[in-house]
T-cell receptor
Framework: EAEVAQSPRYKITEKSQAVAFWCDPI?????LYWYRQILGQGPELLVQ????????DSQLPKDRFSAERLKGVDSTLKIQPAELGDSAMYLC?????????FGPGTRLLVL | QKEVEQNSGPLSVPEGAIASLNCTYS??????FFWYRQYSGKSPELIMS????GDKEDGRFTAQLNKASQYVSLLIRDSQPSDSATYLC????????????FGTGTQLKVEL
Protein backbone atom coordinates (compact mmCIF):
# COMPACT_ATOMS: atom_id res chain seq x y z
CA GLU A 1 0.00 0.00 0.00
CA ALA A 2 1.39 3.41 -0.97
CA GLU A 3 2.42 5.66 1.89
CA VAL A 4 3.63 9.17 2.51
CA ALA A 5 7.31 9.15 3.41
CA GLN A 6 8.95 11.66 5.75
CA SER A 7 12.45 12.14 7.04
CA PRO A 8 13.98 12.45 9.48
CA ARG A 9 11.67 10.82 11.99
CA TYR A 10 13.26 12.64 14.90
CA LYS A 11 15.33 15.80 15.07
CA ILE A 12 16.96 17.49 18.02
CA THR A 13 18.43 20.92 17.43
CA GLU A 14 19.49 23.95 19.36
CA LYS A 15 17.63 27.22 19.13
CA SER A 16 18.82 29.56 16.39
CA GLN A 17 19.93 26.61 14.24
CA ALA A 18 18.40 25.72 10.88
CA VAL A 19 16.39 22.56 10.39
CA ALA A 20 14.79 20.95 7.34
CA PHE A 21 12.18 18.25 6.87
CA TRP A 22 11.47 16.24 3.75
CA CYS A 23 8.25 14.68 2.48
CA ASP A 24 7.50 12.37 -0.45
CA PRO A 25 3.75 12.08 -1.06
CA ILE A 26 1.82 9.10 -2.35
CA UNK A 27 2.54 8.73 -6.04
CA UNK A 28 0.05 10.65 -8.15
CA UNK A 29 -1.21 12.86 -5.34
CA UNK A 30 -1.20 16.42 -6.60
CA UNK A 31 -1.97 18.05 -3.26
CA LEU A 32 0.56 18.12 -0.43
CA TYR A 33 0.09 19.56 3.05
CA TRP A 34 2.41 20.40 5.92
CA TYR A 35 0.84 20.44 9.39
CA ARG A 36 2.26 21.21 12.83
CA GLN A 37 0.87 19.38 15.84
CA ILE A 38 1.66 20.57 19.32
CA LEU A 39 1.22 18.01 22.10
CA GLY A 40 -2.41 17.81 23.19
CA GLN A 41 -3.73 19.68 20.16
CA GLY A 42 -4.97 18.79 16.71
CA PRO A 43 -2.83 19.30 13.61
CA GLU A 44 -2.79 22.84 12.22
CA LEU A 45 -2.15 23.50 8.56
CA LEU A 46 1.05 25.38 7.78
CA VAL A 47 1.09 25.21 3.99
CA GLN A 48 -0.80 23.51 1.16
CA UNK A 49 0.58 22.86 -2.32
CA UNK A 50 -1.30 22.02 -5.48
CA UNK A 51 1.40 20.55 -7.71
CA UNK A 52 4.26 23.03 -7.33
CA UNK A 53 2.08 26.01 -6.41
CA UNK A 54 1.26 27.25 -2.92
CA UNK A 55 -2.50 27.24 -2.37
CA UNK A 56 -2.58 28.31 1.27
CA ASP A 57 0.27 29.49 3.48
CA SER A 58 -1.73 31.86 5.63
CA GLN A 59 -0.64 30.15 8.87
CA LEU A 60 3.02 29.74 7.92
CA PRO A 61 5.31 32.00 10.01
CA LYS A 62 7.10 33.34 7.00
CA ASP A 63 9.80 35.16 8.96
CA ARG A 64 11.34 31.83 9.86
CA PHE A 65 9.53 29.08 7.93
CA SER A 66 9.77 28.30 4.24
CA ALA A 67 8.40 25.49 2.11
CA GLU A 68 8.97 24.41 -1.44
CA ARG A 69 7.81 21.74 -3.86
CA LEU A 70 9.91 22.60 -6.87
CA LYS A 71 8.96 19.74 -9.20
CA GLY A 72 5.50 19.16 -7.83
CA VAL A 73 6.45 15.88 -6.19
CA ASP A 74 8.47 15.87 -2.97
CA SER A 75 8.62 18.85 -0.63
CA THR A 76 10.91 20.44 1.93
CA LEU A 77 9.91 22.48 4.98
CA LYS A 78 12.63 24.60 6.54
CA ILE A 79 12.86 26.51 9.81
CA GLN A 80 15.58 29.11 10.29
CA PRO A 81 16.24 30.02 13.01
CA ALA A 82 14.51 27.44 15.18
CA GLU A 83 12.92 28.64 18.41
CA LEU A 84 11.98 26.73 21.54
CA GLY A 85 8.28 27.06 20.67
CA ASP A 86 8.82 25.19 17.41
CA SER A 87 9.10 21.90 19.29
CA ALA A 88 6.26 19.84 17.86
CA MET A 89 5.37 17.03 15.45
CA TYR A 90 5.56 18.10 11.82
CA LEU A 91 3.20 16.10 9.67
CA CYS A 92 3.05 15.82 5.91
CA UNK A 93 -0.11 14.64 4.17
CA UNK A 94 -1.15 14.17 0.58
CA UNK A 95 -4.41 13.75 -1.30
CA UNK A 96 -5.72 13.16 -4.78
CA UNK A 97 -9.27 14.16 -3.88
CA UNK A 98 -10.69 15.05 -0.46
CA UNK A 99 -9.20 12.37 1.75
CA UNK A 100 -5.81 13.25 3.22
CA UNK A 101 -3.29 10.56 4.16
CA PHE A 102 -0.57 11.34 6.66
CA GLY A 103 3.06 10.36 6.77
CA PRO A 104 4.74 9.16 9.99
CA GLY A 105 5.75 12.70 10.97
CA THR A 106 8.96 14.32 12.18
CA ARG A 107 9.21 14.99 15.88
CA LEU A 108 11.26 18.14 16.47
CA LEU A 109 12.79 19.07 19.79
CA VAL A 110 14.44 22.49 20.07
CA LEU A 111 16.78 22.90 23.03
CA GLN B 1 -16.10 29.48 19.67
CA LYS B 2 -13.67 26.94 18.29
CA GLU B 3 -14.34 25.86 14.73
CA VAL B 4 -14.27 22.15 15.61
CA GLU B 5 -14.92 21.10 19.17
CA GLN B 6 -14.34 17.79 20.90
CA ASN B 7 -14.34 16.74 24.52
CA SER B 8 -10.70 16.05 25.35
CA GLY B 9 -11.58 13.17 27.68
CA PRO B 10 -10.27 10.78 28.68
CA LEU B 11 -13.30 8.69 27.85
CA SER B 12 -13.05 5.35 29.62
CA VAL B 13 -15.11 2.36 28.51
CA PRO B 14 -14.89 -1.31 29.46
CA GLU B 15 -13.76 -3.83 26.89
CA GLY B 16 -16.67 -4.94 24.71
CA ALA B 17 -18.73 -1.80 25.30
CA ILE B 18 -19.73 0.85 22.77
CA ALA B 19 -17.59 3.99 22.75
CA SER B 20 -19.30 7.17 21.57
CA LEU B 21 -17.14 10.08 20.43
CA ASN B 22 -18.70 13.42 19.59
CA CYS B 23 -17.72 16.48 17.58
CA THR B 24 -19.44 19.77 16.80
CA TYR B 25 -18.45 22.29 14.14
CA SER B 26 -19.25 25.93 13.59
CA UNK B 27 -19.31 26.34 9.80
CA UNK B 28 -22.79 25.33 8.61
CA UNK B 29 -21.51 25.07 5.05
CA UNK B 30 -18.98 22.34 5.84
CA UNK B 31 -19.15 19.51 3.35
CA UNK B 32 -16.85 16.68 4.39
CA PHE B 33 -16.11 15.11 7.73
CA PHE B 34 -13.36 12.75 8.80
CA TRP B 35 -12.37 10.73 11.84
CA TYR B 36 -8.70 9.96 12.40
CA ARG B 37 -7.19 7.72 15.05
CA GLN B 38 -3.84 8.72 16.55
CA TYR B 39 -1.82 6.49 18.82
CA SER B 40 0.57 8.20 21.21
CA GLY B 41 3.65 9.40 19.35
CA LYS B 42 2.28 8.34 15.95
CA SER B 43 0.64 10.17 13.07
CA PRO B 44 -3.12 10.34 12.38
CA GLU B 45 -4.63 7.35 10.60
CA LEU B 46 -7.91 7.70 8.68
CA ILE B 47 -10.79 5.72 10.19
CA MET B 48 -13.89 7.03 8.46
CA SER B 49 -15.14 9.74 6.15
CA UNK B 50 -18.75 10.88 5.87
CA UNK B 51 -20.36 13.37 3.55
CA UNK B 52 -24.15 12.93 3.86
CA UNK B 53 -26.57 13.07 6.75
CA GLY B 54 -27.18 9.74 8.44
CA ASP B 55 -25.05 6.78 9.39
CA LYS B 56 -22.10 5.16 7.66
CA GLU B 57 -20.84 1.81 8.91
CA ASP B 58 -17.45 0.18 8.41
CA GLY B 59 -16.84 -2.90 10.50
CA ARG B 60 -17.01 -1.97 14.18
CA PHE B 61 -17.08 1.75 13.36
CA THR B 62 -20.15 3.87 12.60
CA ALA B 63 -19.97 7.54 11.72
CA GLN B 64 -23.08 9.65 12.18
CA LEU B 65 -23.66 13.08 10.65
CA ASN B 66 -26.37 15.61 11.41
CA LYS B 67 -25.73 18.78 9.41
CA ALA B 68 -28.76 20.58 10.86
CA SER B 69 -27.31 20.20 14.34
CA GLN B 70 -23.71 20.61 13.09
CA TYR B 71 -22.79 17.41 14.82
CA VAL B 72 -20.76 14.36 13.84
CA SER B 73 -20.07 11.32 15.95
CA LEU B 74 -18.12 8.09 15.86
CA LEU B 75 -19.37 4.90 17.49
CA ILE B 76 -17.00 2.04 18.16
CA ARG B 77 -18.73 -1.25 18.89
CA ASP B 78 -17.15 -4.09 20.85
CA SER B 79 -14.35 -1.79 22.01
CA GLN B 80 -10.93 -3.41 22.32
CA PRO B 81 -7.86 -2.32 24.28
CA SER B 82 -6.20 -1.72 20.91
CA ASP B 83 -8.80 1.01 20.27
CA SER B 84 -7.21 3.07 23.06
CA ALA B 85 -5.98 6.18 21.26
CA THR B 86 -6.87 9.79 20.57
CA TYR B 87 -9.62 10.27 18.00
CA LEU B 88 -9.45 13.42 15.91
CA CYS B 89 -12.47 14.94 14.20
CA UNK B 90 -11.62 16.89 11.04
CA UNK B 91 -13.89 19.09 8.95
CA UNK B 92 -13.41 20.29 5.39
CA UNK B 93 -14.99 23.71 5.50
CA UNK B 94 -16.85 25.42 2.70
CA UNK B 95 -14.52 27.23 0.33
CA UNK B 96 -11.51 25.98 2.21
CA UNK B 97 -9.70 24.46 -0.77
CA UNK B 98 -9.71 21.04 0.88
CA UNK B 99 -8.20 22.49 4.04
CA UNK B 100 -9.00 20.35 7.07
CA UNK B 101 -9.72 21.92 10.44
CA PHE B 102 -9.10 19.52 13.30
CA GLY B 103 -10.52 19.33 16.77
CA THR B 104 -8.19 18.81 19.70
CA GLY B 105 -9.09 15.12 19.86
CA THR B 106 -10.76 12.85 22.40
CA GLN B 107 -8.61 10.38 24.29
CA LEU B 108 -10.28 6.97 24.50
CA LYS B 109 -9.22 4.36 27.05
CA VAL B 110 -10.61 0.86 26.77
CA GLU B 111 -10.20 -0.94 30.05
CA LEU B 112 -9.89 -4.69 30.56
Amino acid sequence: EAEVAQSPRYKITEKSQAVAFWCDPISGHATLYWYRQILGQGPELLVQFQDESVVDDSQLPKDRFSAERLKGVDSTLKIQPAELGDSAMYLCASSSQETQYFGPGTRLLVL
Amino acid sequence: QKEVEQNSGPLSVPEGAIASLNCTYSDRGSQSFFWYRQYSGKSPELIMSIYSNGDKEDGRFTAQLNKASQYVSLLIRDSQPSDSATYLCAVNQRGGGNKLTFGTGTQLKVEL
